[in-house]
């Protein structure tokens, strides 16, 4: 028996012209269908029309919700503004109907009353787009055999109204400076599309610049939109209430609680962004809590304001620093999980802390810790029963060290540490130990760009273990390169700028990351002729830039697009010295966070066994499809919402220099994975093809030409890949 689709409209919704009024005022339309008759349609018949009701019991699921004329905005825009949707798949209705309610999604039942919402969503979505003569017709087409509908949305978007004039009312009276901080960067321009959104920006700007420069009352009184008939021109008039100028008054602090130490008042004043008869300014109070709240020997810190009401005559707002102090003396176990060299590592750890270390706020850390890395290639029975700390599967580091960090230097926004550490990295065949001595400074050029100073004095000692291995035991592989196990004493310098614009640490769906490093080792030669070991340097400059880029392709953001593009290049600078870059700051590709067609580290230059030597320049890059594909699952017994699949394409690869670079030596990989957020971010599995290896053979470098599931690189982590 076939199905059979009976079609008819349903009802019909304009936007209507008007000739000005305030920006929250919406044209209605009273609905023509409610309570018992859920729907009125029409179809024909060769000698008459039948007339079909659908009562709200009758259950028919959806089918199908279909969007037609939309030539501005694409389906999936249109979907994300509307309730109505198509009914889940009948087995994830199954499980949620038959096996257990926090398992899949109910079926979605057509409703006359969410369709007529929808209508006035889609018209408000229009019409804050500029389109003010929009017309939006609704269909339905009815099976009745299996009691399901599909729903059209049928629209006429009209012409799309221009912003051809922006006024600004009552702002006469306030601060020059701050008058000439509302023209300097408007949110709107002239001769553009008009967007309610870019109007709601620019009025929350001014009252910004208003609370930022004294105005504390400041308030909108209205916001007004004209529309001429004649034209489809917009004309935007805001008008603002600033009230009166204030400034901040006095500043009282107050410690809450005695946790063994005490921190003088002058700390707490000096991270302050102002003090008493400044202009008061809302980010200023703002910046203040943070800066406290980065000390790192507070629980808490909040700064509360006293705004006069309309019957004071004063023109000051005292303010009130509550802080409550955290414990002088900590000690502080730790599970290490982490994506270091872009390989999985877990490790543990202990630290101890000091606040308020000798006063101004400083804090002691004292740490040791120790980790494994690339847990899946472990040969665990081989390590205990053979070979121990020498045998190649067996990688990783101990740390042990010690640093005191200051939390300010001349200004708030400058901090700088100081470290002295003891670092024993394990390779399969190769083991360095370095004593390292670290100062750095972080200052803070605006609120989401940072810059970081670090000088390194570090002495590096190389030791063979394969030597000490019979060739049976290690596969007969030998050691790499002999310029690499040579001690070294280096001295380096390294400068990074970044900018962070991402809407989340650990899940990004918006935004961008940029971040430039440059390096330079052996600037001070000089001092290492006072120390008695002649010990080889290395006299070189390194360039790293790396910038990630997010885009959500959807209004709810289940879909997520990511980019990552990083390139770098290093070069040795002096003629009569030839020491190599120090083998931990060569470049690498190959990982969970790099090419994930390979393992770690192991794509770029090798030496005559194999053995990855790492590079002097890289180019890598990645693309991501994070998908949120299984959110009508439920959440049983996990939480489906929280589960995301991903597709992603690699490419990269190390040369030894830059002159070797070649586009026909890029590798590409390409593979899939899933995320499953948590509150330490999201933990990751991913499985890498290399989709064409330089290395192989002409005939055997792409994916195809090569069995499939022989190279499957496997990678976990916590956190994204970028």
Not at 413 to 426: A, D, N
Not at 465 to 483: C, F, G, V
Request: zero cysteines.
């Amino acid at each position: 028996m076939h199905s059979h689709y009976y079609t008819g409209k349903l009802f019909r919704r304009n936007g209507v012209l008007s000739g000005g009024g305030k920006i929250a005022k919406r044209f209605t339309v009273p609905l023509f269908v409610l309570a018992v008759i859920a729907m009125l349609i029409v179809f024909h018949k060769p000698v008459m029309a039948q007339v079909i009701y659908i009562y709200a019991e009758d259950n028919f699921t959806i089918r199908d919700v279909r969007f037609e004329g939309n030539n501005s905005y694409s389906e999936g825009v249109l979907r994300d503004v509307v309730e109505i949707e198509k009914s889940p798949s009948r087995f994830t209705s199954w499980l949620n109907t038959k096996v257990s309610a926090k398992l899949g999604r109910q079926p979605n039942y057509f409703d006359v009353i969410q369709v007529g919402e929808d209508l006035a969503r889609l018209i408000e979505f229009y019409e804050g787009n500029g389109f003010f003569n929009v017309s939006i017709d609704t269909s339905l087409a009815i099976n009745f055999d299996h009691q399901r509908v599909r729903f059209t949305f049928d629209i006429s978007e009209g012409e799309r109204w221009i912003i051809r004039n922006i006024t600004y009312e009552g702002l006469d009276g306030i601060d020059s400076l701050a008058l000439q901080k509302i023209y300097d960067k408007p949110e709107i321009e002239i001769d553009i599309p008009y967007q309610i959104d870019l109007v709601e920006r620019e009025y929350q700007r001014i009252l910004d610049v208003l609370y930022n420069n004294g105005y504390a009352k400041a308030a909108i009184d209205s916001v007004n939109v004209e529309f001429p008939r004649h034209e489809p021109e917009a004309s935007v008039i805001m008008s603002f209430d600033p009230g009166e100028q204030f400034a901040f008054g006095d500043i009282q602090i107050n410690i809450e609680e005695d946790r063994g130490h005490s921190v003088s008042p002058n700390i707490i004043y000096r991270m302050l962004e102002y003090k008493t008869d400044d202009t008061y300014s809302l980010a200023n109070r703002s910046r203040s809590e943070r800066n406290l709240n980065r000390l790192g020997i507070f629980e808490s810190a909040k700064i509360d304001i006293r705004i006069p009401s309309s019957d004071d005559t004063t023109r000051v707002i005292p303010s009130m620093v509550n802080v409550r102090l955290r414990s002088k003396h900590e000690i502080t176990p730790e599970v290490l999980v982490n994506d270091e060299n872009n390989a999985f590592n877990i490790g543990l750890g202990v630290g101890y802390s000091n606040r308020n270390f000798l006063g101004g706020a400083r804090i002691l850390t004292l740490r040791s810790r120790f980790r494994v890395q690339s847990v899946q290639e472990l040969q665990l029975v081989r390590v205990i029963n053979e070979n121990g700390w020498r045998d190649p599967s067996l990688l990783g580091a101990i740390d042990i060290g010690v640093e005191v960090r200051q939390p300010y230097i001349f200004t708030t926004r400058t901090s700088g540490r100081w470290g002295v550490s003891y670092i024993l990295e394990k390779h399969p065949y190769i083991q360095y130990t370095l004593l390292r001595n670290r100062i750095g400074i972080n200052h803070q050029f605006a609120s989401t760009t940072y810059g970081i100073l670090d000088w390194t004095l570090e002495r590096v000692s190389p030791r063979t273990l394969n030597d000490e291995i019979t060739p049976d035991e290690i596969d007969q592989q030998l050691p790499p390169d002999r310029r690499f196990e040579e001690p070294q004493f280096n001295s380096l310098i390294a400068f990074t700028l970044q900018r962070d614009m991402t809407d989340d640490v650990f899940s990004p769906t918006q935004g961008f990351f940029h971040s430039g490093t440059i390096e330079e080792g052996g600037l001070l030669p000089v001092l290492f002729s006072y120390l008695g070991e002649h010990l080889p340097y290395s006299q070189y400059v390194k360039t790293t830039f790396t910038g990630r880029w997010y885009f959500p392709m959807d209004i709810r953001r289940n879909h997520i697009l990511g980019l990552k593009l990083k390139a770098g290049y290093a070069t040795l600078y002096a003629k009569d010295n030839d020491t190599p870059i120090p083998f931990h700051r060569r470049f690498f590709a190959g990982g969970s966070g790099s090419v994930r067609g390979w393992k770690s580290r192991q794509l770029g230059p090798v030496d005559d066994r194999e053995r990855p030597v790492g590079g002097m320049a890289i180019i890598e890059g990645n693309i991501e499809s994070r998908i949120n594909i299984v959110r009508n699952l439920g959440e049983f017994p996990i939480d489906f919402n929280n589960l995301w699949g991903v597709l992603f394409l690699d490419f990269g690869n190390v040369w030894e220099n830059g002159s070797d670079i070649r586009p026909q030596e890029i590798a590409l990989a390409t593979g899939f994975g899933l995320r499953y957020n948590t509150l330490i971010g999201p933990i990751r599995i991913d499985f890498g093809f290399k989709l064409y290896d330089p290395k192989r053979p002409e005939h055997r470098q792409w994916l195809f030409d090569r069995p499939f599931f022989k190279d499957i690189a496997l990678h976990f982590g916590i956190g994204h890949a970028f």
